[in-house]
């Protein structure tokens, strides 16, 4: 008798499991696979920077690892780029806001994948990942130093790293610690005292501070995930592979590519299209709405260190991104860069200023669509059900780098 | 235990049946949910493509020729060929681009330019990106000899 019961459920479990598999089988379409596999990894191709001739250069990126955790090039001493972007965390911090010297207006970035994105930051105010290291340095709550500080560290404890890559370092005698063309009026008035040429050393070290650090951020990329693994098969055999994720998962990827396209922003293989948009995220503060884009874009075209200025290594005609950059239009009004979904689960808090706790809200948020604080946003309700809700955060969780919890102090993946 | 074995098959054909009733209601709130979001609706499938197409006054005609096929987060040059009615290439025309996602209400996230005119009618139109799959128009204001008219391309990213 028992046996017999056995053997029904036995029987029973089999053709479920047949039947699941006839599902999965038949339920992608050749468009489908097509477009999922626009998202798989493997499709990354790391754009050149012609704006750095050191970024691909593997001593640079050993010496820009050195200086990323060296808390000397802060004004206390304590702070690194580390301090926020925590190697052990996926390059950030799991707070809302960031902790340096002082405290920032908006969330930590994670760093991996950036090298991808023509404008870094929140509201996109840097093109390049070396004139985007330069912003912290200098910003009063972060690192809280100045640019004469970081070239002194540079030539006390560096000197032959820096001279291998770089060529001879400047003479610096005559040039206080504390220099430069930051909010500070004792270090802004030191500054406007140096010679020009004094001026230019500095900032010329400065700069490859910035292109060393490029080099090293260069290298640190998400890692192989289970959606990868999933897709890979479903494109090398048309098939889906059983059991790599599970049916809420697969519906919750059908839900993020179809009825809630949430692949209108994220989409390609970091899960973002690189963009700026909208989406009626609250502010944090309600009485000085975040401008987003709207100032990033035009701050990009009048920045020091941008593609065009005279510490790139780029010819003007490589410069396209600010050649075509849109930087007047209504529409970048609370506009904010589309963040890479990959790892997504492992770095609550949510949003440009960590004003949603969980990804649970975040669903409720795009489910709802609550018109904009600030500029209009681009999103419409998407009558999603719980289950759907979940199953969509079920989803997301499937973009976690499989290897993360085996080695989470491992600094990123190497992309070469 | 026939019973049991007995309600094994009919709790899977339970599950059968609630997967079948379960996948046709989320098919129909999808079609429902499709057809009430897209309040501008998109152009017949005969109106895509990247030309040859005729200009709004019919003073022009406007053929796209990517080098490569159109892809989404790419910075890409694109030519143009402008020929009049009866054929003949238009050199020297002033052409302006703009455009945008007609259901999402926004325009094109980078400024296009036409950079070059190669003669024989081809214009080199730089810093094309598309940010996002779906209807896409493409615009282009041409000025010539024959006046000033318009072109629409709809294009599928």
Redesign the interface.
């Known amino acids: ?2 046996s ?2 056995t053997v ?2 036995l ?2 479990t089999l ?2 499991a047949v ?1 699941d598999a006839f599902l999965h089988a038949e339920e992608w379409t050749d468009d489908q696979i097509r ?1 999922l596999s ?1 998202m798989s990894l493997g499709e990354l191709e790391l754009p050149p920077d012609p704006t750095n001739k050191m970024s691909g250069d593997s001593a640079a990126a050993a010496f820009g690892q050195q200086l990323f955790f060296d808390e000397r090039l802060s004004s206390n001493g304590r702070v690194s780029c580390a301090s926020c972007h925590d190697p052990a965390q996926g390059f950030q911090d799991g707070q809302p806001l960031g902790t340096g010297v002082g405290q920032t207006a908006r969330r930590t970035m994670p760093i991996a994948g950036a090298a991808y994105s023509p404008f870094l930051f929140w509201d996109g105010r840097k093109d390049s990942l070396w004139s985007q290291a330069l912003g912290p340095l200098e910003s009063p709550v972060e690192h809280g130093g100045t640019r004469a500080q970081y070239a002194q560290v540079v030539a006390q404890h560096y000197e032959a790293e820096y001279e291998q890559i770089f060529g001879a370092l400047p003479d610096l005698t005559g040039v206080p610690r504390v220099a430069g063309p930051v909010d500070d009026p004792v270090a802004r008035q030191a500054w406007n005292q140096l010679t020009e040429n004094q001026r230019d050393s500095v900032t010329g070290v400065f700069v490859n501070i910035g292109k060393a650090i490029a080099a090293y951020e260069r290298q640190i990329l998400p890692g192989r995930s289970r959606f990868d693994d999933f897709v890979d098969t479903l494109v090398a055999t048309g098939r889906a592979p059983i059991g790599v994720l599970s049916s809420d998962e697969i519906a919750g990827l059908k839900l993020f590519t ?2 809630a396209n949430c ?3 994220h ?2 293989p970091l899960f973002t ?3 700026f948009h909208n989406t009626g995220v609250p502010p944090r503060l309600a009485s000085s709405p975040d401008s987003g884009r709207l100032i990033g874009a035009s701050d990009v075209l009048h920045d020091e260190f941008n593609c065009r200025s005279r510490w790139s290594d780029a010819s003007p005609e490589q410069c ?2 600010l ?4 930087a007047d ?1 209504p ?1 970048l009004q609370g506009a904010f860069k589309v963040p890479s979904l990959r790892d997504v689960a492992t770095r609550a808090p949510y949003m440009h200023a960590g004003q949603l706790a969980t990804l649970p809200d975040v669903l409720v948020h795009y489910n709802q669509a609550p018109p904009a604080v600030i500029g209009n946003s ?1 999103l ?1 309700p998407l ?1 999603l059900t719980d289950t759907e809700l979940r199953q969509v955060v079920a989803f997301l969780a499937s973009l976690t780098d499989s290897s993360r919890h085996a080695d989470a102090t491992r600094p990123g993946r190497q992309a070469f | 235990m026939k019973t049991s074995a007995l309600n094994g098959n009919v709790r899977h054909r339970h599950r059968f049946l609630a997967t079948m009733l379960g996948s046709i209601i989320v098919l129909i709130a999808t079609v429902g949910y499709t057809a009430s979001s897209h309040n501008i609706s998109r152009p017949a499938s005969k109106e895509f493509g990247q030309g040859p197409r005729v200009s709004l006054g019919r003073n022009y005609m406007a053929t796209l020729e990517a080098a490569q096929p159109l892809r989404l987060r790419k910075m890409q040059t694109v030519r143009v060929r402008i020929e009049d009615v009866a054929g003949h290439p238009v050199d020297g025309a002033g052409i302006t681009i703009d455009g945008g996602m007609p259901q999402h209400g926004h325009g094109l996230p980078t400024r296009p330019r036409v950079t070059r005119n190669l003669g024989g009618g081809i214009y080199e139109i730089e810093g094309v990106r598309f940010n996002m799959g779906g209807w896409w128009q493409f615009k282009l204001a041409i000025s010539g000899p024959a006046g000033d008219d318009s072109v629409t391309f709809n294009l599928d990213l």
């Open positions: 008798m028992r017999k019961f029904s459920i029987a029973s053709l479920l039947y477009e626009s179809g009825k692949t209108q922003c989409n390609g299209n690189n963009d396209v991104e050649e075509y950059l849109v239009s529409t681009e419409v009558g």
